[in-house]
């Protein structure tokens, strides 16, 4: 059924919409979506969220979480990406998801894909605001992330004297007395997701 759904979005390069019940969030672009018995990959059309590993990973995947929790969400399949995933608008309780994480600053608009004048004043006022990861005044781009040796991208976290461990490129990296770690210890902070 998924793949059939794929074709006749490929075949008729036209826009089409349904409902479904979120199966899990990848991570603050991606989701998947109950369909039938089976479930379809869906990537938030015009939005770029931090990797997992990345600075806000996590974070961006916790709001999408709670955005879509609970709640049947409203897709408008625009297109289906190189990797067979629906490329599409999500409402969830009518709230646009990819609106909603860009204004909230855990993501960014992804304007190689997207030139949706929505996104950009979206992304102006988290950055004016100062929300999420523009509480940084320069975050990386995922796709300057994505760039980066996998080495880089692995960086060790900093492990404080609380017990609470810290992405590379948070404030509180390698502040106070702390050490090194690679693998998960602790608790991961509220603002970089570590």
Partial sequence: MKWLIVFLLAWRAC????????????DGDSLSVKFGTGEIR?????????EIN??????????????TAGHKIRLRV???DKYGRLVAWAWANEINLNRWMIYEGWAWHYRRYSSDFSLFVAEKAAKKAGRGLWHNKTPQSPWMFRRQPVAAQRAPHW??????RHWPGCRYYRQGAGRLIRKKEGRACAICGG
């Fill in 15 to 26: 826009a089409f919409e349904f409902s479904g019940e979120v199966a899990r969030v990848v």
């Fill in 42 to 50: 869906v990537r938030l059309f015009g939005i770029d969220a931090p």
């Fill in 78 to 80: 625009v297109d289906v």
């Fill in 54 to 67: 990345q600075i806000g990973g996590w974070a961006a995947k916790r709001l999408l979480e709670d955005l």
């Fill in 159 to 164: 492990l404080n004297q609380t017990g609470v």
